[in-house]
């Protein structure tokens, strides 16, 4: 079993900078990619970015492409978000997840989630 625990939300005004961070424990060599998800209130759970364990490939939804950067470090088992020039529409509850299945990076599927950190942008 792999847990997750997430850091780093917060309240930030537009154009600001913040990072979310994701430790992971238990048997993480069994992960085979990791994502960022984010719900916003009224709307679905969607994929933010996502990185192979390697973290030799990465995906990006095209509302942030150039904006976050999602990194991998396997020596402390994290894997971060760092999210610059927010926007106000960026503010929702952003998950990490992890998943051990050879599925793509820009699947959705993915079968362990932490609890979720809250970002609000303001304008």
């Known amino acids: 079993q792999v847990q997750l625990v997430e850091s780093g939300g917060g309240l930030v005004q537009a154009g600001d900078s913040l990072r979310l961070s994701c430790a992971a424990s238990g048997i993480t060599h069994s992960i085979y990619r990791m994502g960022w998800f984010r719900q916003a209130p009224g709307k679905e759970r969607a994929l933010v970015a996502a990185?192979?364990?390697?973290?030799?490939?990465?995906y990006y939804a095209d509302s942030v492409k150039g904006r976050f950067t999602i990194s991998i470090n396997n020596v402390k088992s994290t894997v971060d978000l760092r999210m610059n020039s927010l926007k106000p529409e960026d503010t929702a509850v952003y998950y990490c997840?992890?998943?051990?299945?050879?599925?793509?990076?820009?699947?959705?599927?993915?079968?362990?989630w932490g609890q979720g950190s809250q970002v609000t942008v303001s304008s």
């Open positions: 997840a992890a998943d051990s299945r050879l599925f793509g990076l820009a699947s959705r599927n993915y079968d362990v």
């Open positions: 990185i192979s364990r390697r973290g030799v490939d990465s």
